[in-house]
């Protein structure tokens, strides 16, 4: 089986996990026999850009003509079975959409964030959550609110994007959806229920073992969204050194706020961005990992990175956090989860902090085990590669 991966990398200035997992799901589908065909951009790339290329970036995300003649020549070559998009923005653009379905190729979208019909792709404006734009034709609230890289200009040619590639979105074949919610915010556009599969991510096995932690850890984005101002405030409202140490490793806007608590407070390390290589002993070396997201995150990579070393998780009861817990809906409540979710409020996680720090030990075992029976590599790929194999099949069917 062949099978274009369409992705366009986000800058490396700031740590993406959805980079991550199509690195590492790439690497699992070529061991397992599929042939990975990758058209990739990367938005690193935009600074070193011709003149030309620069002056037509802005409609780039609407339609790249480039890209489209690279996937139009990689299918007369390859024949590929099935392309698989993840993000297109915004060097791709929806259109390889398109361009797949003219050639005969069916399309699969996972979908990280809820872009199709959000301009910041977050669902979440000015510290709280925004819907502002469902359900509407034009995303005229993202244009009023420059909710696109803070920029008016750039937020129109994002709303029109959207606008255009509405109808694209409602051909695409399947939809991979990585949490019930997300599946619910596909049906919001006119996306049918056969259109979606659920399957979450997954993230190669570092391996077991016996090391101990001590303190917190937040791992991510230094931004609003992904709750870093919610943790220090909660984190503040104790006394130095009372829970340990709160570790803090990542890049963004916020982080001259981290750097001045870190100075302040003897319990508070800023490790500043760490390098995907050095992930595993990071968290091994904490007891507990906190992701304190304010908005509805799509599936946060760092709990699988957690599960997947032994350590238990205090969340926030939003996105896709409750169901990578086993916390969601319909959930066996005799079922003991790997960690916490409350309400994404400074006492509600200030509260949790003591109780987080004396079951660690216990939960962390819970954690690795849901990690091998539910997000470990080979029960994964199973699934994806059956989506990949009845959508080739219909698409051979049709064509005899």
Not at 251 to 258: A, E, K, N, S, Y
Request: hydrophobic share 40%.
């Amino acid at each position: 089986m062949k099978v274009v991966i369409a992705h366009n990398l986000y800058s490396s200035a700031q740590p993406s996990g959805e980079n991550q997992i199509v690195e590492s799901e790439s690497a699992l589908l070529a061991d397992a026999g599929v042939t990975v065909l990758p058209l990739l951009r990367s938005s690193d790339s935009i600074g070193s850009l011709s003149p030309l290329a620069k002056a037509t970036l802005p409609l780039s995300p609407m339609y790249n003509g480039g890209a489209q003649r690279e996937l139009t020549e990689l299918i007369r070559r390859e024949r590929p079975d099935v392309l698989h998009l993840h993000n297109p923005y915004p060097l791709l653009s929806p259109w390889v959409v398109r361009t797949a379905h003219k050639h005969g190729v069916p399309v699969v979208q996972t979908v990280h964030n809820y872009r199709h019909v959000c301009a910041d792709s977050t669902y979440f404006r000015d510290g709280h959550p925004c819907h502002d734009c469902l359900g509407k034709a034009f995303p005229l609230p993202a244009v009023r609110h420059s909710c696109y890289r803070g920029s008016r200009a750039q937020s129109v040619v994002m709303a029109t994007t959207l606008a255009v590639h509405r109808s694209t979105w409602r051909t695409v074949d399947r939809y991979i959806a990585l949490a019930p919610h997300i599946a619910d915010h596909l049906r919001t556009f006119g996306i049918t229920d056969a259109q979606v599969a659920i399957k979450p991510n997954g993230i190669p096995d570092p391996g077991r073992h016996d090391e101990t932690g001590d303190g917190f850890l937040y791992f991510g984005r230094l931004v609003d969204a992904k709750g870093v101002g919610l943790l220090l405030d909660a984190w503040e409202r104790h006394a130095d050194g009372e829970f340990g140490t709160l570790r803090i490793a990542g890049d963004g806007p916020l982080r001259g706020r981290v750097e001045a608590v870190a100075a302040a407070r003897a319990d508070v390390e800023y490790l500043g961005l760490v390098d995907h290589a050095e992930i595993p002993g990071v968290i091994r070396a904490a007891s507990v990992v906190v992701v304190p997201s304010t908005y509805a995150d799509a599936l946060p990579t760092v709990i699988l990175e957690a599960f997947a070393n032994g350590r238990p998780v205090l969340g926030t009861a939003v996105g896709g956090t409750p169901y990578l817990l086993g916390l969601d809906e319909g959930h066996d409540p005799a079922e003991t989860p790997p960690g916490w979710v409350v309400p994404p409020e400074p006492g509600a996680l200030a509260e949790t902090f003591g109780l987080a720090k004396l079951r660690a030990d216990t939960l962390g075992p819970l954690a690795r085990r849901r990690y091998e029976t539910v997000f470990a590599p080979d029960v994964l790929l199973r699934r994806l590669i059956g989506v990949y194999e009845e959508l080739a099949a219909d698409a051979r069917a049709a064509t005899t």
